[in-house]
T-cell receptor, first 112, second 112 residues
Framework: KQEVTQIPAALSVPEGENLVLNCSFT??????LQWFRQDPGKGLTSLLLIQSSQREQTSGRLNASLDKSSGRSTLYIAASQPGDSATYLC???????????FGKGTLLTVNP | NAGVTQTPKFQVLKTGQSMTLQCAQDMNHNSMYWYRQDPGMGLRLIYY???????DKGEVPNGYNVSRLNKREFSLRLESAAPSQTSVYFCAIQAAGNEKLFFGSGTQLSVL
């Protein structure tokens, strides 16, 4: 059974800092991995999707990398802003069951 | 969360009551999902429908039933609500199995 761990569980940084969120998963047989953002009381928004054949994906100030063999993914946020404050979740798509398994998320607070 | 509409947004039930959560999409996607989100547990898949006319159990299906009424609509029914079903419920859609998920804004359900 796929297990997904996100470290740290919570992170507080001053505005402008570059930061890295980590995601590890136990079953490396995945099709892809998605990073989501969730604002309080809202649904999830997909930020980036990395296919298993890719090493990274970029969207604006966000860069996600994937090392499938080691079961790791990172989300890099450059020049953080208060509007980046949210919970970030990663979810690999299983290669055997074709289902997403979600991590519990990292709660990010960016202070002005 | 344009494209995925969930109703109601909030609901309070008494133990033993029944209710149906509705999900409708306007993106013409094939796959639809129901998740629940609980503190400390993350998101867990209840049921999914890979295409119109098909439904399958996810990780936590007990106490729930679903109907894929047509391509647009996927409903989740609680026949006899229990306090353990107090949660936030999310509907999600996906064009194909390895593409991005789009989430609704959620239904907050309390069972007393």
């Amino acid at each position: 059974k796929q297990e997904v761990t996100q470290i740290p569980a919570a992170l507080s940084v001053p505005e402008g800092e570059n930061l890295v969120l980590n995601c590890s998963f136990t079953d490396s047989a995945i099709y892809n991995l998605q990073w989501f953002r969730q604002d309080p009381g809202k649904g999830l928004t997909s930020l980036l999707l990395i296919q298993s054949s890719q090493r990274e994906q970029t969207s604006g100030r966000l860069n996600a990398s994937l090392d499938k063999s080691s079961g790791r993914s990172t989300l890099y946020i450059a020049a953080s802003q208060p509007g980046d404050s949210a919970t970030y979740l990663c979810a690999p798509l299983g290669g055997s069951n074709y289902k997403l398994t979600f991590g519990k998320g990292t709660l990010l607070t960016v202070n002005p | 969360n344009a494209g995925v509409t969930q109703t109601p947004k909030f609901q309070v039930l008494k133990t033993g009551q029944s209710m149906t959560l509705q999900c409708a999409q306007d993106m013409n996607h094939n796959s639809m999902y129901w998740y629940r989100q609980d503190p400390g547990m993350g998101l867990r898949l209840i049921y999914y429908s890979a295409s119109e006319g098909t439904t399958d159990k996810g990780e936590v299906p007990n106490g729930y039933n679903v109907s894929r009424l047509n391509k647009r609509e996927f409903s989740l029914r609680l026949e006899s609500a229990a306090p353990s079903q107090t949660s936030v419920y999310f509907c999600a859609i996906q064009a194909a199995g390895n593409e991005k998920l789009f989430f609704g804004s959620g239904t907050q359900l309390s069972v007393l």
